[in-house]
């Protein structure tokens, strides 16, 4: 059934030795190479590792709502409300983007009601105030030409300009209205009693021991084995491999490792974005490291997943900035801005942040929470006068949370290369280094938690390999971990022997390595598998070329999206790859035990994968385009079409 109608609601595939959309029988390509893999032909391949497979959040909205219209009458009244706003209040520097506020005002009143619907749907987009339009009806009017308009001074600092802050016409005497009250401090600091236990840390090595990802297992120091960068110089972003030695990991109820398998990593802070928050809050260094006893009033926190209740446990207080405390990758919350405003000697400084958690400051704060990171340190520079007790701030921020990677080995395999001494067992995983712009200077980077973490470490490692240092013995590297999402859907799906077809990009290529050499190992042929793998620049940024085993060439099919780029006819992204191999997705997914596995970042890549298949669906099997998505679901209901995006 393919019409008109239907040919412009979809992307038509295009016509090629793979594709031909008026055979739409599921049967194998006759024109893939047929090959088989002797017994001898996998022993010797050398495994290498993973992706980031789930991004841990634990956002949560500190939005204000305005009462919301919900008739045609009230519909008018906003779109006159909009249109009349002060232009100084949403206006914002040349170089920053526009946020989705300052849009719909720009609009005309018909796009304003197109964008914001009728009844129920506008009343649901603007009660939760995400950047609607409707928490600026609160913006404060100008009246600056008032002879009593006090204005209030901008601080003038470079971590204030760099929060890019809006502020209208607010002044010294501006009331401001449903400012969210004072954060409840729920832990403090007693001395420790002198008959308990002498506390021994080594926090720069391994999390204290009450750092639990489930109660009674701890978090394993997982010894680095090996380290080595993957991505090219030159490489946007670079990939680093790790080799972790796990032969010590204690027994845990009989769960095991295995492929496609996701292990929890706990990174730490790092030391100098951590004495930076001492300096900041000038807290004494001589006391940074003594033991205190900390009591908290309930939650689970500073575990990860342990019991909510209260606690008393000696440690200090860098092992809790550095281990416990998100400090720089989650957005400013109200309950900190706040407290920061408790805590400001300054009074211009006092009413910029009360004006944050106000109702008429609620356009800024969402500005603020959608922009680029922002770190403790940075808002704490922004405002040098609020110097709020660490307690209180400990109270407020958010705990800092494992990260999730993909094994990109079968563990089984890999601990079963030759040359490996004395029995020792590995997994391998695979990180890329997440950067954003940092505050203290214009081309600054930082990078992210955990990925700047084991950026460091493999640097460390590889630095004391090419000075001839011994690794395992003088440097002791370690990575504190714990076996994760075992049955996570990709290595809950990962088996059986049908065909499958494998589509990643960037690091989600990872995990299929592991798929790739057992199937390679167990398999009497290689040709049931197809790796559809996206890259910038294949010389810079392509990973684990030429570890996938003999028959690699005839199995992968590289997108290079830098160079294709102009090139009439050429693949330019995963997604147009797909379209091109439509025959073998159709046969994999209609063939019996076959699977399709999709991994990589669910924007751009993701949405574009899935939309290519629903365009396959739809030419190959003759279908609407909703039959086509329904079709898919149903796949996934079956476990036969796996995407694990972040």
């Not at 978090?219 to 796990?246: C, M, N, Q, W």
């Not at 030759?418 to 695979?430: D, F, S, V």
Request: contains cysteine; proline residues 8%; charged residues 25%.
């Amino acid at each position: 059934m393919t019409t008109k109608t239907q040919q412009q609601r979809h992307h038509r595939l295009p016509s090629c030795s793979t594709s031909h959309p008026d055979d739409p029988i599921p049967c194998e390509p006759k024109d893939i190479h047929q090959y088989t893999l002797s017994p001898t032909q996998a022993e010797h391949l050398s495994p290498r590792s993973s992706g980031e497979s789930i991004s841990w959040s634990d956002h949560s909205s500190d939005s204000e709502s305005p009462s919301t219209p919900n008739t045609e009458h009230q519909m008018d009244e906003l779109v006159d409300q909009l249109k009349e706003l002060p232009t100084e209040s949403v206006n914002f520097a040349d170089n920053k983007p526009r946020r989705a506020s300052t849009t719909l005002i720009s609009e005309s009143p018909e796009n304003i009601r197109r964008l914001l619907g009728n009844g129920e749907t506008a009343t649901k987009l603007i009660s939760q105030c995400c950047g609607g339009g409707c928490c600026l009806l609160n913006t404060l009017a100008p009246d600056t030409q008032s002879p009593n308009f006090d204005p209030v001074a901008i601080p003038d600092n470079q971590a204030f300009r760099s929060l890019n802050l809006r502020l209208g016409a607010l002044g010294m005497d501006t009331e401001l209205t449903n400012v969210i009250p004072l954060p409840q401090t729920i832990l403090d600091f007693d001395p420790v009693p002198p008959t308990g236990e002498k506390h021994t840390s080594v926090v720069h090595k391994e999390p204290p021991n009450f750092v639990q990802p489930h109660p009674p297992y701890k978090v394993y120091s997982a010894p680095v084995y090996h380290a080595r960068e993957l991505t090219k110089p030159g490489a946007e972003k670079r990939t680093f491999h790790f080799d972790i030695d796990v032969t010590d990991y204690p027994d845990e109820g009989g769960v095991d490792f295995k492929v496609g398998g996701a292990i929890g990593i706990c990174p730490p802070n790092a030391a100098d974005v951590v004495d930076e928050l001492f300096d900041t809050l000038c807290i004494p260094k001589f006391v940074r490291d003594k033991p205190v006893l900390l009591k908290t009033q309930g939650g689970r926190w500073p575990t990860i997943w342990g019991e909510e209740k209260p606690r008393e446990l000696v440690t200090t207080r860098r092992e809790l900035l550095t281990w416990c405390v998100d400090i720089q990758s989650h957005p400013p919350t109200k309950a900190i801005l706040r407290l920061m405003a408790e805590h400001a000697d300054a009074p211009n400084e006092k009413k910029i942040l009360l004006y944050l958690t106000s109702a008429q400051g609620q356009a800024t704060f969402c500005d603020l929470r959608t922009s680029s990171h922002i770190t403790i340190a940075q808002l704490l520079n922004a405002f040098p006068s609020a110097k709020p007790p660490l307690p209180s701030l400990l109270s407020v921020l958010t705990q800092l949370m494992p990260r999730f990677y993909s094994l990109s080995n079968d563990p089984h395999v890999s601990s079963a290369r030759a040359g490996l001494p004395g029995n020792r067992r590995l997994i391998e995983m695979a990180v890329t280094v997440h950067e954003t712009t940092d505050w203290h200077a214009p081309n600054a980077q930082r990078t992210g938690v955990g990925s700047g973490f084991l950026e460091r470490t493999a640097q460390a490692f590889i630095s004391a390999e090419k000075a001839g240092v011994d690794t395992r013995t003088v440097l002791d590297l370690r990575i504190p971990m714990f076996r994760g999402l075992m049955a996570n859907p990709l290595s809950r799906q990962f088996g059986g022997e049908g065909p499958m077809m494998l589509i990643g990009a960037g690091v989600g290529m990872a995990p299929f390595r592991g798929f790739i050499l057992n199937r390679l190992k167990n398999a009497n042929c290689a040709n049931k598998i197809w790796l559809v793998q996206g890259v910038r620049d294949s010389m810079l940024d392509e990973i684990y070329s030429g570890e996938l085993g003999d028959h690699e060439k005839e199995i992968k099919h590289v997108v290079q999206s830098r160079k294709a780029r102009g090139v009439k006819g050429g693949a330019k992204y995963v997604q147009d790859e797909v379209r091109l191999q439509a025959d073998i997705v159709w046969f994999v997914i209609n063939a019996l035990d076959g699977r399709i596995f999709v991994c990589g970042s669910s924007k751009g890549m993701g949405e574009g994968v899935e939309q290519a298949l629903v365009d396959v669906a739809m030419e190959k099997g003759g279908l609407g385009e909703k039959e086509a998505r329904e079709f898919w679901e149903r796949k996934r209901g079956d476990g036969q079409y796996i995407a694990e995006t972040w």
